[in-house]
């Protein structure tokens, strides 16, 4: 217990003259505008994170993100490049799914068990990105990315490096590049 002696009146701590208080109050709105303004900072972009091959680790920002399902009646395509996975109906549609790491040229992983097909919309396409396995999800800051990798495939489809090892994606560069997007010629 603490004995009457120590015990404070918080009135007693406050300065007597106006000016004082009103320095003290100044300091006091300050103190919490810059607590609001730490608070509403930023907090970076929010994306999947996804393993290919035995652990090459690839970032893919939610504004593409349209949902993660189960490779479930994937359709080969014979006469496709190699990247091409097949395509699947969903929702109504017939979409193209595509072998991520292949494209990427990633060593593939001997059937993963945690294979998931990431639907995303980018490049005014919908398709399928077959990856090893989902991961999570995290943020990142787009000024705080390291460089793209020297001899990284295929780097204008690389935004850059998040925290070290995980290499961000740029699915609008990647899904505009001529090179994968595939047409009918008669």
Known sequence: MTPKSEIRDPKSEMPDSPYARAILHRRAVRLACETESKQQAPRGELFLDVRLGARERYGIPYRWLDEIVRPRGLTPIPGTPPFVAGVMARRGQLLAVLDLARL??????????EERLVMV????????LRVAEVLGNDRYQAAALGPALPGAGERHWITGIHAGHLTMLDLEALLSDPRIRIEEHA
């Open 121 to 128: 919309s980018a490049a005014g396409l919908s398709l399928g």
């Open 104 to 113: 990427l040229g990633v060593e593939a992983d001997a059937d993963s068990q």
